[in-house]
């Protein structure tokens, strides 16, 4: 199958059925694609305005009702439980596991949250003919945990992640242009050029994902990332929070079109 012209339902009947087991850059072309946050009711409330407060990082697409497992307006037939490639567990703040499925951890306490993802806008740039390296060279996306704070919301709180992809700068300010208008999945870049200023202390050594070729004449251009609440985890420490893994994403059947404005 082509991954890149297949629908997202059947991608996700692929994940569901175990017989796709990769991060999800390129696939489904002109659908958006969304992180994953899950955690019991009584976070709920405080996440939700974290979401609102940090927009760049969680742009917030949907969320079920409580106990739910399916979007109602961007993914009504699917399955939160099984339908991303692969899961990351945390207790108390700590990753203690990797899951392909999670249905026997999904409590009737559960709240699960789609966030905006910069996978959506990468087609725009390849159509823009703007290097996406990551996808060129097979990786997944290189992020990287910066100095920039989060605006907090009750307990959540923490540094932004951002993902990274190289390019030269006149393809940058095309791409800025570009994703300026895709707001729902992270919009802008957060920073242009020398890691050092956010806090970064080696390009080479991503905190999530791959390192990818920067070539001579190309700059790194950072956008809003979300896997910043897998980082606010690590302060915050709920009993429970499930994730994507970094790059396994959920595929929504919502068009990307709907986040141009």
Not at 90 to 99: A, F, K, L, Q, S
Not at 149 to 174: K, L, Y
Not at 195 to 206: E, F, L, M, Q
Request: aromatic share 10%.
């Amino acid at each position: 199958m082509n991954l890149q012209s297949a629908l997202p339902s059947e991608i996700r009947a692929m994940i569901r059925d175990n017989k796709l087991i990769q991060h999800t850059s390129g696939m489904a072309k002109g659908y958006i694609q969304a992180n994953v946050v899950i955690l019991p009711e009584r976070y709920a409330y405080d996440f939700l305005k974290f979401c609102y407060r940090n927009p760049k990082s969680c742009p917030l697409l949907d969320i079920t009702e409580v106990g739910e497992f399916s979007f109602p307006k961007y993914s009504p037939d699917a399955d939160i439980r099984t339908d991303v490639g692969e899961y990351y567990v945390y207790r108390d703040g700590v990753h203690v596991e990797n899951r392909h499925d999670i249905k026997d951890l999904y409590r009737e306490d559960m709240v699960a949250f789609i966030i905006g993802c910069s996978f959506t806008f990468e087609h725009a740039l390849l159509d823009a003919d703007i290097p996406v390296r990551h996808i060129e060279e097979g990786h997944n996306v290189p992020m990287y945990i910066t100095n920039i704070p989060t605006e907090q919301s009750g307990v959540f709180h923490g540094p932004t992640t951002v993902s990274m992809r190289p390019m030269t700068m006149a393809q940058a300010i095309r791409a800025t242009e570009i994703t300026t208008h895709f707001k729902g999945a992270h919009g802008a870049p957060l920073h242009i050029g020398n890691p050092a200023t956010i806090g970064i202390k080696d390009i080479n050594n991503p905190d999530f994902g791959e390192a990818v070729a920067i070539r001579e004449g190309e700059v790194p251009v950072f956008w809003g990332c979300g896997v910043t609440p897998q980082s606010v985890c690590l302060n915050v420490k709920p009993e429970l929070m499930i994730t994507h893994a970094p790059g396994y994403m959920f595929i929504t059947d919502i068009k990307e079109s709907e986040l141009l404005y």
